[in-house]
Nanobody, 125 residues
Framework: QLVESGGGLVQAGGSLRLSCAAS?????????????MGWFRQVPGKDREFVAS????????YYADSVKGRFTISRDNAKKMVYLQMNSLKPQDTAVYYC???????????????WGQGTQVTVSS
């Protein structure tokens, strides 16, 4: 399974670091390091939104325009972890954040095969 952590309540301008821990068992024999990873977020009543993604080896990263320059995605394959460092947070960043694993570091949520349960991030003004 994928388990997110690190969410919480923060004031605007503050920072949070989300973590996503992967259990090897969910990958049907494939290693964690062979998967691209992504972060998405969703606000109730709205569509899920791409936030960031990273290739299997961390060589390439991609960001939504709304978070570019403020958020940083990274991974540690030895620890089977993915991180999302969020700086200069804004109230509009408030959402449930999900990590996901797939074959390609795409913005399309439908291309990811495995999802975590999510962690709530609330940014107060």
């Amino acid at each position: 399974q994928l388990v997110e952590s690190g969410g919480g309540l923060v004031q605007a301008g503050g920072s949070l670091r989300l973590s996503c821990a992967a259990s090897e068992r969910i990958f049907s024999g494939r290693s964690f390091s062979s998967f691209a990873m992504g972060w998405f977020r969703q606000v109730p009543g709205k569509d899920r939104e791409f936030v960031a993604s990273i290739t299997w080896n961390g060589g390439s990263t991609y960001y939504a325009d709304s978070v570019k320059g403020r958020f940083t995605i990274s991974r540690d394959n030895a620890k089977k972890m993915v991180y999302l460092q969020m700086n200069s947070l804004k109230p509009q960043d408030t959402a449930v954040y999900y990590c996901a694993a797939g074959n390609v570091a795409t913005v399309l949520g439908a291309r990811y095969d495995y999802w975590g349960q999510g962690t709530q991030v609330t940014v107060s003004s």
